[in-house]
T-cell receptor
Framework: AQSVTQLGSHVSVSEGALVLLRCNYS??????LFWYVQYPNQGLQLLLK??????LVKGINGFEAEFKKSETSFHLTKPSAHMSDAAEYFC????????????FGSGTQLTVLP | DTAVSQTPKYLVTQMGNDKSIKCEQN?????MYWYKQDSKKFLKIMFS???????INETVPNRFSPKSPDKAHLNLHINSLELGDSAVYFC????????????FGQGTRLTVV
């Protein structure tokens, strides 16, 4: 079955430290991959997406993600966390033949400590 | 200009009532969606319309009925509201297939008391 897994429902980092949020998918065909961010009481905003081509994708606010087909992963990173990065992060996948819908991971709450 | 707008943002109602949530997008997209986010932040698709035609209808109680009067609007009507319907409902839109991302509204927080 096709699925999306985000390891770690809560991640805490110190300000200035590396942010690493993990996302794995289960599919025999590489899907389209997305990361969204949700700030409190707001909608979801696209951070970045992987389509085809370069496997390292750069997004907004200094975030980037690397698609690794062999590991079926699309982990999100940021070299230096800022207090404003505190939010909920969702990995989303559009599987082949999924009639356009996005399947979301369970989300990771990122806390940035001063 | 707001790309995907939902009204109302907050909705508090009693069990058994009927309510509607409206959604409009001004992006010219051909596909619109309703997602439900539960108290644990889990997002699950409910419905999807492409050019006013229903293309996704997940396992949702038939008390929930989407209506798309045109490509720019997708409303959600809920009959006989139950406590378990309390959640945040997001409208979204996208264009075409493949790598296109979905754009989300701000959400409607529904509380059933």
């Amino acid at each position: 079955a096709q699925s999306v897994t985000q390891l770690g429902s809560h991640v805490s980092v110190s300000e200035g430290a590396l942010v690493l949020l993990r996302c794995n998918y289960s599919s025999s065909v590489p899907p389209y991959l997305f990361w969204y961010v949700q700030y409190p009481n707001q909608g979801l905003q696209l951070l970045l997406k992987y389509t085809t081509g370069a496997t390292l994708v750069k997004g907004i606010n200094g975030f980037e993600a690397e698609f690794k087909k062999s590991e079926t992963s699309f982990h999100l990173t940021k070299p230096s966390a800022h207090m404003s990065d505190a939010a909920e992060y969702f990995c989303a996948v559009r599987f082949s033949g999924s009639a356009r819908q996005l399947t979301f991971g369970s989300g990771t709450q990122l806390t940035v400590l001063p | 200009d707001t790309a995907v707008s939902q009204t109302p943002k907050y909705l508090v109602t009693q069990m058994g009532n009927d309510k509607s949530i409206k959604c409009e997008q001004n992006l010219g997209h051909d596909t619109m969606y309703w997602y439900k986010q539960d108290s644990k932040k889990f997002l699950k698709i409910m419905f999807s319309y492409n050019n006013k035609e229903l293309i996704i209808n997940e396992t949702v109680p038939n008390r929930f009925s989407p209506k798309s009067p045109d490509k720019a609007h997708l409303n959600l009507h809920i009959n006989s509201l139950e406590l378990g319907d309390s959640a945040v409902y997001f409208c979204a839109s996208s264009q075409g297939e493949g790598a296109t991302e979905a754009f989300f509204g701000q959400g409607t927080r529904l509380t059933v008391v």
